[in-house]
């Protein structure tokens, strides 16, 4: 069962404006969540990460926003450059577990 | 310093056959992950070890299925009897270990095509 969703599979925006990349999960007993990016022919790299007692976290372009009600986080680029295209994936771990749960991706291109 | 480090990058077998992918992960961490991904899912995990030992093989698929750590370092991921469904790419990753939100750092994965 897919406990994290990612229900966009692709986004295409203009560079410098806003990407919001979106994310949703069904278990509960989630406690910390990440974003990771990836590009083709490489392994995902790490982004942004958010625990459950926070419901923001920035790190320069980047902001993760977290709402633990509605089971929902999502990202935000703030502006969106060329080399920001890549999938970026939804990951999610449950408090004191090591093993993350992925959602399935979203494409994100940045047009010129 | 070096990153995790999979070899080999792509590996072509037939259906029924025995294959081994390795991981090297970052020097002094202590944890290491396998997880697999296939055509447009998200990784998903299958082990996880810390130091020498598999702390959880929750996600391993089938007994087909074993990977081991000897010298808590270099892991080696095996497939016995390959079917096509095993056709994926298999990531690695590596963390410090000391804590679950430890960043977990992914080698550029395998990629296995069963025929």
């Known amino acids: 069962d897919q406990q994290v969703k990612q229900n966009s599979p692709s986004l295409s925006v203009q560079e410098g404006r806003i990407s919001i990349l979106n994310c949703d999960y069904t278990?509960?007993?989630?406690?910390?969540f990440l974003w990771y990016k990836k590009y083709p022919a490489e392994g995902p790299t790490f982004l942004i990460s958010?625990?459950?007692?926070?419901d923001k976290n920035e790190d320069g372009r980047f902001t993760v926003f977290l709402n633990k009600s509605a089971k929902h986080l999502s990202l935000h680029i703030v502006p969106s450059q060329p080399g920001d295209s890549a999938v970026y994936f939804c990951?999610?771990?449950?408090?004191?577990?090591?093993?993350?749960?992925f959602g399935a991706g979203t494409t994100v291109t940045v047009r010129a | 310093g070096a990153g995790v480090s999979q070899t080999p990058s792509n590996k072509v077998t037939e259906k029924g056959k025995y294959v081994e992918l390795r991981c090297d992960p970052i020097?002094?961490?202590?944890?290491l992950y396998w997880y697999r991904q296939s055509l447009g899912q998200g990784p998903e995990f299958l082990i996880y070890f810390q130091g020498t030992g598999a702390a959880d093989d929750s996600g391993l698929p089938n007994d087909r299925f074993f990977a081991v750590r000897p010298e808590g370092s270099v892991s080696t991921l095996k497939i016995q009897r390959t079917e096509r469904g095993d056709s994926a790419v298999y990531l690695c990753?590596?963390?410090?270990?000391?804590?679950?939100?430890?960043?977990?750092?992914f080698g550029p994965g395998t990629r296995l095509t069963v025929l």
């Open positions: 958010i625990s459950s007692i926070k």
């Open positions: 020097s002094g961490h202590t944890a």
């Open positions: 990951a999610a771990s449950e408090l004191n577990d090591y093993k993350l749960s």
């Open positions: 990753a590596s963390s410090a270990g000391l804590l679950g939100t430890d960043t977990q750092y």
């Open positions: 278990n509960s007993m989630f406690d910390y």
